[in-house]
């Protein structure tokens, strides 16, 4: 890569960069593309094969491997939240020097719009009627069975969930934007397989969350299609069935892939806000116009039930009672869910991410979207609960019924003034959570299916339009062989495979992190530079340099020709200098001339081979002109910056100024700093 065109020709510069931004990787997206067409086809072929097959097997993954989703979901959680409150809570999600990228606002905003699909809606409504009138051990229809409704209910949207989400999004975050990997599954498990992840291991990763991701957006968006399907009949007459369906599937998919191709920060970020502030106002106006103070009553007592029943529901596996299939069809169906869509979310989730610290990710991953799922479950869960308990059987029994999941929020929402106007903002909000589930998808999925320039690059608009029309295909496909319970059997045994891989991301991330602790702790134990080998105030004066210099060199504010002259006369003869004495001590070493993020030249060392070399690097920034010491600066004044960024991202100091001895100094002291960490990582160096 090449260095500004104005630069000093005695700068190093490397070929032309002229590469793409991505390139299909092969391996992965034929698999992928391949195992979803061959289950659609399988699906609409032979759907009753297709329907007994997956639900005998669904059987035995429930039977067999019950208690490990069980464990597994408990486990993530505890490990989200220890990092979270630890000294790696500090860590940030990209280079030290980096910021958010998005406002909290935008960011919120994003967080659950991504992470909450269009089942939410409809569920809130259903599950807790479910579960007070059919609940899994105790008697249904009473006072302790429409508590404990609401808490299932909330358990199952909730925490436990979200930690799924948070794992995979600070895990693929860190070793992306932090480690310099490329943003895919397979770079959480370089700590463990090391370069082996180019090969069948990361392959096998990629494909499997891709999967999940296909099949589990794709059973969301077939469940949501079915419900807005209802709506629609209710408020305008068209009736329920396929063409409605498919005209749907058609409309969102449309507005998906436009919000895809135009980016993260416009099309995705404008539809979230939208949505947040559309669903606030809808669950406002059933507060308002409800019983209020009972739902509000309520809402107080689910917080407290929830937080009193938690750590025995987040264990329990009715090892000593018998519920039949309750377990399979909600705990197991749930957490198989949310591993399906974890590696999609999560790597979402690191894209919009890069630049904040573990304990702002994991505290707003846990607190904000739980925060609004609370409160939509409250409010819609138990306004159904207290009709049913005022004596309405119709909801009742549609609840009981088979189309409960798709007819109980209407049936609710009939209850309510103005419903065809309600009605009609629902099926907008469904839509919107259609979109923002679809967009994002596609956008992960096509990540996952390329190999990016880098981890700020996404793939190109037509690999985006790939998969979202087939999602699109897929869920269209199940819903015209009449098979979406199929298409939910499928999304729970995709899941399992991913769940063993996300064993692997917990010890990938638990292991980089500790080398970060490593880190810190060299740092801390090394001598200060003015006693490893920085000069003398005695030797500074002999050399001619005295201490006013120093204080010149804060005052000045150099212009884009001598920053880049110095780089070309000081800072890289200084670190070739380095370079050709750490060759002699037998050292692999390079000093080339590279082009940071921000498209300005820089000067890097990197020593050593393996997964922790050494990196020195001289980057020239530009900054804002500061008005301290009298003068004012213009809107337009800058200057130019020579900071020092080594591996873990800018260090925050200026070296423009110091003479090629005095850089040679930082060089060594940061390479000893270097060699202290590596002596703590592994004791046996």
């Not at 436009?258 to 404008?270: C, E, N, R």
């Not at 029309?469 to 869920?475: I, P, Y």
């Not at 201490?547 to 006369?569: E, G, H, K, V």
Request: hydrophobic residues 50%; aromatic residues 12%.
């Amino acid at each position: 890569m090449t260095a500004t065109a104005d630069a000093p020709s005695t700068v190093p510069s490397g070929p032309p960069d002229d590469q793409p931004d991505w390139s299909l990787n092969k391996p992965v997206f034929l698999t992928a593309a391949l195992i979803t067409l061959a289950v659609t086809v399988w699906c609409v072929a032979l759907p009753d094969n297709a329907y007994s097959t997956l639900e005998s097997v669904v059987g035995w993954v429930s039977t067999w491997f019950g208690w490990y989703y069980i464990a597994l979901t408990t486990a993530v959680l505890a490990f989200v939240l220890f990092l979270g409150f630890s000294r790696y809570g500090r860590v940030r999600l990209g280079p030290e020097h980096s910021r958010p990228e998005f406002s909290t606002g935008a960011w919120s905003a994003m967080l659950f719009a991504a992470g909450i699909g269009t089942d939410l809606i409809f569920y809130a409504v259903y599950e807790p009627a479910y579960q007070y009138l059919n609940p899994p051990a105790i008697e249904g229809g009473t006072v302790q069975a429409a508590r404990e409704g609401t808490v299932w209910t909330l358990f199952h949207y909730g925490l436990s969930g979200w930690g799924m989400y948070s794992l995979m999004g600070m895990a693929l975050a860190y070793f992306a934007y932090r480690m310099g990997l490329p943003l895919a599954v397979r770079s959480a498990l370089y700590p463990i397989f090391g370069k082996k992840i180019d090969g069948p291991v990361g392959t096998a990763a990629d494909t499997a969350a891709i999967l999940g991701t296909i099949f589990g957006v794709a059973t969301s968006l077939g469940i949501g299609v079915v419900s807005l399907n209802v709506g629609l009949d209710l408020v305008f007459g068209l009736s329920v069935g396929l063409p409605v369906q498919i005209g749907l599937v058609v409309l969102a998919i449309g507005i998906a892939t436009l919000s895809a191709v135009t980016g993260v920060d416009k099309g995705i970020k404008l539809i979230s806000q939208f949505n947040v502030l559309l669903a606030i106002v809808l669950a406002a106006y059933v507060l308002v116009t409800g019983r209020t103070a009972y739902l509000l009553n309520a809402l107080v007592t689910n917080v407290g039930d929830y937080v009193r029943m938690f750590p025995g529901m987040t264990n329990e596996t009715f090892a000593y009672q018998d519920t039949g299939d309750w377990m399979s069809y909600w705990t197991l169906f749930f957490w198989a869910w949310w591993i399906a869509w974890a590696a999609f979310v999560g790597l979402f989730l690191a894209r919009i991410s890069r630049g904040r610290t573990i304990r702002q990710f994991v505290a707003g991953t846990m607190i904000i979207p739980f925060s609004y799922i609370v409160m939509w479950i409250a409010i819609f869960g138990n306004a159904a609960l207290d009709e049913i308990r005022s004596g309405n059987t119709d909801l009742a029994d549609i609840v009981n019924d088979a189309s409960g999941p798709d007819t109980a929020l209407w049936a609710l929402l009939q209850e309510y003034p103005g419903f065809t106007f309600v009605a009609g903002l629902f099926i907008v909000i469904g839509l919107l959570f259609y979109v923002t589930s679809a967009d994002s998808g596609a956008l992960v999925m096509a990540n996952l299916s390329s190999t990016l320039k880098t981890a700020n690059h996404d793939a190109g608009a037509p690999l985006r339009i790939f998969w979202a029309v087939a999602t699109g295909a897929l869920t269209l496909a199940i819903l015209a062989a009449g098979n979406i319970y199929a298409l939910q059997y499928a999304t729970v045994i995709v899941g399992l495979p991913f769940a063993f891989v996300m064993v692997g991301v917990m010890w990938g991330l638990w292991k980089a992190l500790s080398l970060e602790g490593h880190m810190v702790d060299s740092r801390t134990g090394t001598l200060q530079g003015a006693l490893s080998g920085r000069s003398t105030p005695g030797e500074r004066e002999r050399a001619g340099v005295p201490w006013q210099t120093r204080l010149r060199r804060s005052m000045d504010f150099p212009d884009q020709r001598r920053a880049d002259d110095y780089l070309a006369t000081t800072a890289t003869p200084a670190l070739e200098e380095v370079a050709s004495e750490l060759r002699e001590q037998g050292v692999e070493v390079t000093v080339e001339s590279v082009v940071d993020e921000d498209a300005q030249p820089a000067i890097s060392l990197a020593a050593g081979v393996g997964p922790q070399p050494f990196v020195y690097r001289v980057q020239r920034p530009r900054a804002a002109t500061p008005t301290y010491g009298g003068r004012v600066s213009r809107g337009d004044d800058h200057y130019f910056r020579l900071e020092v960024h080594l591996r873990d991202g800018g260090q925050g100091y200026d070296v423009m100024g110091y003479s090629c001895t005095q850089l040679i100094d930082d060089v060594l002291d940061q390479y000893e700093r270097h060699l202290e960490f590596v002596r703590l990582a592994d004791p046996t160096v």
